[in-house]
């Protein structure tokens, strides 16, 4: 299993990023794929999830209303569309597979929302 993650960066208050997760190694259509967000200090958060086909989202509170978690089966690659992004947003984006009882991540994107 490989788990690629991109397009972080620095942004300031109330401006977009969209993450990209390439997947490889595994049956990408058959798991849902979730991202998680790790900010200094603080543990691991679970931000997004969405179903193996699309079909279904979920979303933290603090996120629910502003990300968008999409999916492009064909292309092996799991999307997260962030909008009207807060210095509290700030922190290291992971991608996430969970195959049977194991986790699977990548090595993290970069994500300031900065002034």
């Known amino acids: 299993v490989q788990l690629v993650e991109s397009g972080g960066g620095l942004v300031q208050p109330g401006g977009s990023l969209r993450l990209s997760c390439a997947a490889s190694?595994?049956?990408?259509?058959?798991?849902?794929m979730s991202w998680y967000r790790q900010a200094p200090g603080k543990e691991r958060e679970l931000v997004a999830v969405i179903t193996s086909a699309g079909r279904s989202t979920n979303y933290s509170v603090s996120v629910k209303g502003r990300f968008t978690i999409s999916r492009d089966n064909a292309r092996n690659t799991v999307y997260l569309q962030m909008s009207s992004l807060k210095p509290e947003d700030t922190a290291v984006y992971y991608c996430n597979v969970r195959k049977g009882w194991s986790d699977y991540w990548g090595q993290g994107t970069q994500v300031t929302v900065s002034s």
């Open positions: 190694g595994f049956t990408f259509s058959s798991y849902a």
